[in-house]
């Protein structure tokens, strides 16, 4: 039995105490709880997050909220990347946006549908254009380039188009997949929409590059070939 100076500074309950400060410096870390009788820390599940100690039990970690996630352990959530999104709360992952959609900002909750004259593949952050020559399926969803459509004849598609447009009178696509029509030459001309070739200047007319019509020869002049 302690005797002396020391015996009398002791009181009653200084176990107690020696104990808790004992677990008071092993507090809980930030990202994690401890139950009662924790000989370690647990982390926060995934899907939720504290930046605080000392917690108690997993319910005192924060849910992310949409748009957001987290791995176990984390002191915050990360927003999704574009082209990703979550729409619940306490997600531990993003879902990839599905083909035929894109979300270009981060911690999005829902995909957006992918624009005319584009296609977007999964997880697209942006729509890509259909390349020039080709355009937007009528009926399919854009999915991917092979689902844009060849041009036909006689028309042409910019890049990104959603419809084809003929050519224009004075102008003309020989074949498919054309990006612009080309003018009618200088001796040719062309009076229809959707032409795939200009006709000869007739004798007594002359034809501009890129006519649409023949203009007759002034009077006071002539001529006796055609072209």
């Not at 959530?77 to 894109?102: H, I, K, R, W």
């Not at 419809?163 to 229809?192: K, R």
Request: with cysteine.
């Amino acid at each position: 039995v302690p005797r002396g100076p020391a015996a009398a500074a002791r009181r009653p309950g200084d176990a107690l105490g020696d104990a808790q400060g004992a677990c008071g410096r092993g507090a809980c870390d930030e990202g994690a709880f401890c139950p009662e009788g924790s000989s370690v820390s647990i982390p926060c599940p995934g899907g939720t997050f504290s930046s605080a100690t000392n917690l108690a039990s997993a319910d005192e970690c924060t849910a992310c909220s949409t748009g957001s996630y987290s791995l176990a352990g984390q002191l915050a959530c990360q927003l999704c990347s574009p082209g990703s999104f979550v729409n619940a709360t306490g997600a531990s992952v993003c879902a990839l946006c599905e083909a035929g959609d894109f979300l270009s900002v981060a911690g999005g909750t829902v995909c957006l549908a992918c624009p005319d004259g584009s296609y977007c593949e999964a997880g697209s952050a942006a729509p890509l254009p259909c390349p020039a020559g080709k355009r937007k399926h009528p009926t399919a969803v854009m999915r991917s380039e092979s689902d844009c459509v060849t041009c036909e004849a006689g028309h042409f598609c910019p890049t990104g188009a959603a419809n084809q447009t003929a050519c224009s009178p004075g102008a003309f696509a020989a074949g498919n997949e054309s990006g612009s029509c080309d003018p009618c030459a200088a001796g040719e001309y062309q009076p229809a929409f959707g032409a795939t070739a200009c006709a000869t200047c007739p004798a007594g007319s002359h034809c501009a590059l890129g006519a649409s019509s023949a203009t007759p020869c002034a009077g006071g002049t002539w001529s006796g070939t055609e072209g």
